[in-house]
């Protein structure tokens, strides 16, 4: 149901913006976030009836949905590129 931290190590090396950035960048907040979310997703598909899974669902699906609207606003094509890496739609 969450991600290892082997796992999530991986997934900020892939989408840090600099040497620096162990994580903090809200790129790699939201890389990790839809593996959370797509985890969460396969618990759902199972386990309908968890309410409380599925609330912690909407609340990462809308910390994302903030995230992505800043860097949007921030840089549009950052955005479009972070969008397709992550096999996301608008």
């Excluded at 618990?43 to 994302?64: A, F, I, T």
């Amino acid at each position: 149901m969450s991600i290892t931290k082997t796992k999530k190590a991986e997934i900020i090396a892939t989408y840090k913006i600099n040497d620096k950035d162990n994580g903090g960048s809200v790129e790699s907040q939201v890389a990790v976030l839809t593996e959370r979310i797509r985890n969460l997703t396969e618990h759902m598909k199972n386990n309908h009836k968890d309410e409380h899974s599925k609330r912690g669902l909407l609340m990462m699906v809308n910390r994302r949905k903030k995230l992505l609207a800043y860097i949007k606003k921030r840089n549009p094509g950052e955005y479009e590129d972070l969008i397709k890496k992550l096999g996301l739609r608008k």
